[in-house]
Nanobody
Framework: QVQLVESGGGLVQTGGSVRLSCVAS????????MAWFRQAPGKEREFVAR????????YYADSVKGRFTISRDNGKNTAYLQMDSLKVEDTAIYYC??????????????WGQGTQVTVSS
């Protein structure tokens, strides 16, 4: 059973930056494709970014492409989401997710509890 714990959320102004971290415990971190999702108030959860377990290839939602960067440090069992040029519409709860040896993240195996990011104008 993999446990994921996110941190780094908070209140930031438009145009600012935040870095989220997701620490995994138990399991073999390098065997998981890591992803970030988000859920804004009144909306469904949506995909934000993912990074492959084997290739490290990254993929982003169009809404964040060029502004967000996903990365991972397998030695620290940690995935990151660097969020730059933040917009009010980026306000959401951000969730980390892990999918075992898969190049897709349609149905992650594990989820974190989420961390709130609020962007003020």
């Amino acid at each position: 059973q993999v446990q994921l714990v996110e941190s780094g959320g908070g209140l930031v102004q438009t145009g600012g930056s935040v870095r989220l971290s997701c620490v995994a415990s138990r399991g073999t971190f390098s065997s998981y494709t890591m992803a970030w999702f988000r859920q804004a108030p009144g909306k469904e959860r949506e995909f934000v970014a993912r990074i492959g377990w084997l290739s490290g290839i990254t993929y982003y939602a169009d809404s964040v492409k060029g502004r967000f960067t996903i990365s991972r440090d397998n030695g620290k069992n940690t995935a990151y989401l660097q969020m730059d040029s933040l917009k009010v519409e980026d306000t959401a709860i951000y969730y980390c997710a892990a999918t075992y040896k898969s190049n897709t993240v349609i149905k992650p195996d594990y989820w974190g509890q989420g961390t709130q990011v609020t962007v003020s104008s």
